[in-house]
């Protein structure tokens, strides 16, 4: 460890006055090779949000995301949603919501963990990487604020709307891109590497590029349209530390989806080796 | 502009008490196509310090650069430094030092700017951005603080103290490799760039790839063993905005160094170019 990573660990405890949190980062390092379902809090209502927390735990989701890209009025509705939520399960609940220019990213301080990401793929440097800095300057993601998750966020298939709204170019799957974008994630030492396919899937080849060039503590996320225990499978064998889906509990039978997606191969054998 | 840079350029105002500082950037920007002298506060007595700034604000230089690879007792010594060199101009002061793990980059709250330098070919993520971070977080680098100069620098030649305190890899000045370490200071939107010449020129070739690769409002500062006119001259005709010495002023007969440096033939066209 370098001198520098020992100083940002530092600055990532969790000492600030009467929060006693877990270190959320270090958690998701222990429970690698698993499924992540993320609510929209902007779009499930809450009860069914707390449903869905209980039901998460019990199939031994390491976590939970509360994530949306659209949000309004977050300040007066988020607090009540993720103290509900937080409520009804013990594992760590970790925001993560696009940053609004002047005022960084949102932050509720009960959370016990936010992502803030990078978008190393935009034409903006607001989003690539000021929307950090602002955040930081006004305090936002500043321990004791819930603990950053450093994430190098890319997307994959074309998306004009994120291109619109944040610049966003998907990046191309061929060797030497996905590679360079590897690279640079492990340069700059983000907690977490999270690909997002749009209307394109991101393919197991770039998940192995990826697990083959980051630090072996960088984790490596990937989502999109997972609907199936086997493209589960697909990810977590290619290297992926973590299998993220919203969509696929957005149904009226979510719990048969969540049995399904949480049968995939990987995470029974996973299990089983714990025991 | 996008909303990012409109709402970063907020963030870059000056409306704190009792500071009404000039826009530092704006003033770099209004003033290319000039040489810098850099003082090292740390090798350089006060009294020599006030005299320089005094001929180089004769001379016509816009801005006179602090700095130092080295230091100690940064908090007891620079503040009375700093204040007897402004005393003695009225251009701008930058601050320009290397942060410390845990502490972030010093700040004389006195200063006008301040340059927060990423090393993008940095092996320590520290060194590369979350010593920026760090800053942030700590509050220094945050208006009313002096006005952060957001700074991709890059050194060229090899240099085994700066790797092994800084982990900074010299750029190869092959096409490519330039060309990718332009792409990304634009991408990530700096201020400026800085390139370091460490037992190895800059070319000139260099500067004109950056050039032609930056955005118009980001500048380009090339530094390293100048010590004539001609030298000068080739850097500011190859597209750098700002040429930089500190040695060449590091002699008893600094004055006549000076006269010298301000020869460069651009220097006079441009000034003519004014009257």
């Given at each position: 460890m370098t001198t520098g990573?020992?100083?940002?660990e530092a600055t990532a405890e969790h000492d600030g006055p009467g929060a006693k949190r877990r270190d959320v980062l270090a958690h998701l390092r222990a429970h690698r090779g698993h499924v992540i379902h993320v609510v929209d809090p902007f779009k499930v209502e809450v009860a069914e949000a707390v449903q869905k927390a209980r039901a998460v735990t019990a199939a031994g989701m390491p976590a939970l995301l509360l994530a949306s890209t659209d949000y309004e009025d977050f300040e007066t509705h988020m607090p009540a949603y993720?103290?509900?939520?937080?409520?009804a399960t013990d594992i760590p609940t970790i925001l993560h919501f696009p940053p609004i220019p002047g005022r960084g990213f949102p932050v509720v301080p009960e959370a016990e963990s936010m992502m803030l990401?990078?978008?190393?793929?935009?034409?903006?440097?607001?989003?690539v990487w000021k929307s950090l800095l602002e955040t930081y300057a006004l305090g936002n993601g500043v321990p004791p604020a819930?603990?950053?998750?450093?994430?190098?966020?890319?997307?994959?298939?074309r998306d004009d709307?994120?291109?619109?709204?944040?610049?966003?170019?998907?990046?191309?799957?061929?060797?030497?891109?996905?590679l360079a974008y590897a690279q640079r994630a492990r340069q700059f030492g983000f907690?977490?590497?999270?690909?997002?396919?749009?209307n394109e899937q991101v393919t197991t080849r770039t998940c192995e590029l990826f697990r083959e060039?980051?630090?072996?503590?960088?984790?490596l996320f990937a989502s999109g349209g997972v609907r199936t225990p086997e493209q589960v499978d697909a990810y977590l064998q290619a290297g992926a530390d973590y299998v993220i889906f919203a969509g696929a509990l957005?149904?009226?039978d979510w719990r048969a989806a969540l049995d399904r997606l949480c049968s995939a191969g990987q995470l029974q054998r996973r299990a089983l080796s714990l025991t």
């Amino acid at each position: 460890m370098t001198t520098g990573e020992a100083s940002m660990e530092a600055t990532a405890e969790h000492d600030g006055p009467g929060a006693k949190r877990r270190d959320v980062l270090a958690h998701l390092r222990a429970h690698r090779g698993h499924v992540i379902h993320v609510v929209d809090p902007f779009k499930v209502e809450v009860a069914e949000a707390v449903q869905k927390a209980r039901a998460v735990t019990a199939a031994g989701m390491p976590a939970l995301l509360l994530a949306s890209t659209d949000y309004e009025d977050f300040e007066t509705h988020m607090p009540a949603y993720l103290n509900a939520v937080r409520a009804a399960t013990d594992i760590p609940t970790i925001l993560h919501f696009p940053p609004i220019p002047g005022r960084g990213f949102p932050v509720v301080p009960e959370a016990e963990s936010m992502m803030l990401p990078a978008l190393l793929g935009s034409d903006d440097p607001y989003y690539v990487w000021k929307s950090l800095l602002e955040t930081y300057a006004l305090g936002n993601g500043v321990p004791p604020a819930p603990q950053p998750l450093l994430s190098a966020a890319l997307t994959f298939g074309r998306d004009d709307r994120s291109y619109a709204r944040m610049g966003t170019r998907p990046v191309a799957q061929d060797e030497q891109s996905v590679l360079a974008y590897a690279q640079r994630a492990r340069q700059f030492g983000f907690d977490m590497v999270y690909l997002y396919s749009r209307n394109e899937q991101v393919t197991t080849r770039t998940c192995e590029l990826f697990r083959e060039v980051l630090a072996p503590e960088q984790l490596l996320f990937a989502s999109g349209g997972v609907r199936t225990p086997e493209q589960v499978d697909a990810y977590l064998q290619a290297g992926a530390d973590y299998v993220i889906f919203a969509g696929a509990l957005e149904t009226p039978d979510w719990r048969a989806a969540l049995d399904r997606l949480c049968s995939a191969g990987q995470l029974q054998r996973r299990a089983l080796s714990l025991t």
